[in-house]
């Protein structure tokens, strides 16, 4: 719930917008739903997002970059044409279809609610977070996530997802179809004459952010992708979840192998 609030803007382009961050407790906004969590906000103002030109996805030679007010309906409606399937997954199986028509890839990633489907997938993508005002720049994915470059006085402006010939599966677990997620799994890899050349892995929701698991991709480098050791490593990952809410988190590390596993014979 929202207290307090006294002024409304509406900013023509990112510019003026970031003029009225300067002010304090002030709280951009697009979809809005970040608001019906629960909760008291307290701010001075809003700031509104859909004059400014970001509910976009355009494709480059090098890639796909999506505008940060990109509603999740639009990204899992999208054509992706290969492993950048994953994203289009992750949208299309979020939350619910309102919700879907409402929540933003930039929102999302501002606030990160811990049963967020989006880290996960970017960072199987390899993905690009670019952003406007004091922190402006670009940040890969996992420095976004561990640097929290958003201070209040900056803004993300886009999402660029670098072209992903390989192949990319998601998983997701929740209580109920349109329920939030529990557990969500990530994967992307690239073959090389039947090996696995590139690889990364990446668990969102049981933890406080998303993260990679870079210790299992080293070990699976190199092996054919129909390799008995793959099951062998993954049965060996030591997840230890911080977060899981309706079963033992011996449980939500045994999904994760599942769902893992489960990558690997669809990809194979």
Not at 56 to 64: N, R, Y
Not at 121 to 132: D, G, K, P, S, V
Not at 256 to 263: E, L
Request: with cysteine; proline share 4%; aromatic share 8%.
């Amino acid at each position: 719930m929202l207290v307090n609030v006294k002024n409304w803007y509406r900013p023509e382009n990112i510019t003026e917008a970031l003029s009225v961050m300067k002010k304090g407790r002030v709280i951009p906004y697009a979809g809005g739903t970040s608001f019906h969590r629960g909760g008291k906000i307290t701010a001075t103002g809003m700031i509104d997002l859909r004059k400014l030109d970001l509910d976009f996805i355009h494709e480059t030679e090098s890639g796909t970059t999506i505008g940060a007010c990109a509603r999740f309906k639009d990204i899992a409606n999208y054509n992706f044409t290969d492993g950048r399937k994953i994203l289009k997954e992750a949208c299309s199986i979020a939350a619910s279809t309102s919700l879907r028509n409402l929540i933003t890839i930039g929102g999302s990633l501002a606030s990160i609610p811990l049963w967020s489907n989006i880290p996960a997938a970017l960072l199987a993508l390899n993905a690009e977070i670019e952003i406007a005002g004091t922190n402006a720049g670009k940040f890969g994915i996992e420095s976004f996530l561990s640097e929290k470059p958003l201070d209040g006085t900056s803004l993300i402006t886009q999402i660029f997802i670098p072209k992903s010939p390989g192949i990319g599966t998601y998983h997701r677990y929740s209580k109920t179809k349109f329920d939030y997620s529990l557990i969500d799994t990530a994967i992307y890899i690239e073959l090389k004459n039947r090996e696995i050349e590139i690889i990364r892995i990446a668990v969102g929701n049981l933890f406080p952010k998303a993260r990679r698991l870079h210790n299992l991709e080293e070990s699976l480098k190199g092996l054919p992708i129909n390799s008995e050791r793959i099951v062998e490593f993954v049965d060996k990952l030591e997840i230890n979840p911080i977060f899981f809410s309706i079963a033992s988190k011996e449980f939500g590390s045994n999904l994760v192998r599942v769902f893992i596993k489960r990558a690997f014979k669809q990809v194979s």
